[in-house]
């Protein structure tokens, strides 16, 4: 069953923002590390950026500097604020656990395309 639900997405030129959110309809996000993960064509699904239930935060060196996570725990809802986007950055974005916990199963995402 899928928990998640992944929205914000569009098209976007280099140097742009956009900003996703992610609905955890299980109203879990405040107990369990949550993160965001994407996957570009031809390329494996990779983690990002996370968030613990401490708040203790992460980034993948790809993203730091110009993303950030941050969590609406009365929302149950999950942020990825993404400026200076790059045409690297064009992929499918999808939120799930994050280490410790075991990603559950996939939504559909929310498709980022940056271009010129």
């Known amino acids: 069953q899928v928990e998640f639900e992944e929205s914000g997405g569009g098209l976007v030129q280099p140097g742009g923002s956009l900003r996703l959110s992610c609905l955890d309809s299980?109203?879990?996000?405040?107990?369990?590390?949550m993160g965001w993960y994407r996957q570009a064509p031809g390329k494996q699904r990779e983690l990002i950026a996370s968030?613990?239930?401490?708040?203790?935060?992460k980034y993948a060196d790809s993203v730091k500097g110009r993303f950030t996570i941050s969590r609406d725990n009365d929302k149950n809802t999950v942020y990825l604020q993404m400026n200076s986007l790059e045409p690297e950055d064009t992929a499918v974005y999808y939120c799930?656990?994050?280490?410790?916990?075991?990603?559950?199963?996939w939504g559909q995402g929310t498709q980022v395309t940056v271009f010129s």
């Open positions: 968030i613990t239930a401490s708040s203790l935060i």
């Open positions: 799930n656990w994050a280490p410790p916990e075991i990603p559950g199963p």
């Open positions: 299980g109203k879990r996000v405040m107990f369990y590390a």
